[in-house]
């Protein structure tokens, strides 16, 4: 009977009819001319397995055990056509189909849905695996804003933004570093030099390249160095009154006290003024102005007098007070009106008019 198996024969084994019936006969393709040729030789003899191959329709038919089936040897396929995400396809040979991602259509993945993969534990089979099962590689769970720094986040896309609220160090005490602030103009910038320990402003002549308007510059210890030698720059300082100012300017060589007329513009309260070389003018040629020495007895003092055109010592009764150690007292061109009060000794000799 079909589906009996398989059976081998070797020399000199007895080949009965049940063997040639079920091993042979009816484990073969039979053919018969038509489906009823087929019926009539094997009416009594079906069984589940039979194939017969019916000539005048060309088909080849099975017994499934209640009845004969048609198969079909042609295939009813005329084309593979690459759906959603795949590419290839064809209508005619071999033909083949791939994954093709770019063109699938855009979708925002959430945890609940799918994705194929090579599973590496199973021969690289193609499996699905849930979003929310894919292993994360990083091991960051929240970004945290430090100081001087704003945002973070423990989920999704994290942004930091640079917010300078608090002291910033640059550098470390004793391993300073260099600092640079650029401007719009090229070239133009303020830098600290760390090895030189020095602020540096590279501004554009004619503008103010540093502008404190209110507070105070302190220098604790060190110099105030305007320019360098040989190559001097002009200094100003205003007052409260306008037009009133000391100015140093470098390319006459002089400093400038610009103040108000009957006020003092400069006072030197304790200390020395000292011309180590030069001259001291008081007014011009032309145009005078009163200069008044005190001494340390109220009242005494020796006035030039500009508009009078005169010196007045004004002493105490008694006293020098002009005195020429040596050389000589010449008076050109005048005389001598009045002594009031007061001698003229030299060396010893009482000179009188």
Excluded at 106 to 130: P, R, W
Aim: aromatic share 6%; glycine share 14%.
């Amino acid at each position: 009977m079909a589906g009996a198996g398989y059976k081998s024969f070797t020399t000199g084994d007895v080949l009965t009819a049940s063997d040639l019936n079920t091993y042979g006969i009816e484990q073969t393709i039979m053919v018969f001319a038509s489906s009823t040729a087929r019926d009539t030789a094997l009416s009594s003899a079906k069984s589940e397995g039979m194939f017969a191959f019916l000539k005048d329709s060309d088909s080849l038919t099975y017994y499934d055990g209640s009845s004969w089936t048609v198969v079909d040897l042609a295939g009813d396929i005329t084309g593979v056509t690459a759906g959603t995400a795949l590419s290839g396809g064809g209508t005619s040979g071999t033909v083949t189909v791939n994954v093709d991602v770019n063109s699938a259509t855009t979708a925002t993945g959430t945890s609940s849905d799918y994705m194929l993969i090579a599973d590496v534990d199973d021969s690289n089979a193609t499996k699905k695996a849930l979003i929310s099962d894919v292993v994360a590689t990083g091991d960051i769970t929240g970004v945290t804003a430090g100081t001087n720094i704003s945002g973070g986040g423990t989920s999704g896309t994290v942004t930091v933004n640079l917010a300078i609220d608090a002291d910033v160090a640059v550098g470390a005490d004793g391993a300073g570093v260099d600092m640079t602030w650029h401007s719009a103009t090229s070239g133009d910038y303020a830098m600290w030099d760390a090895s030189e320990e020095k602020l540096i402003i590279e501004g554009t002549n004619g503008a103010t390249a540093l502008d404190v308007t209110d507070g105070n510059v302190v220098i604790g210890d060190g110099t105030l160095t305007v320019g360098s030698d040989g190559a001097g720059e002009d200094v100003t300082f205003h007052s409260d009154t306008s037009g009133d100012y000391m100015q140093w300017d470098s390319s006459a060589e002089k400093l400038i006290l610009e103040g108000t007329n009957g006020a003092t513009v400069l006072d030197v309260t304790d200390g020395n003024v000292v011309i180590g070389d030069g001259t001291l003018t008081v007014g011009s040629d032309g145009a005078g102005e009163d200069v008044t020495f005190y001494s340390d007895t109220a009242g005494d003092s020796m006035v030039w007098d500009s508009s009078a055109e005169s010196l007045t010592i004004t002493g105490t009764a008694g006293q020098d007070a002009l005195a020429v150690a040596a050389g000589d007292l010449s008076l050109n061109s005048a005389s001598i009106s009045s002594w009031t009060d007061a001698n003229i000794v030299l060396s010893g000799q009482v000179f009188g008019g």
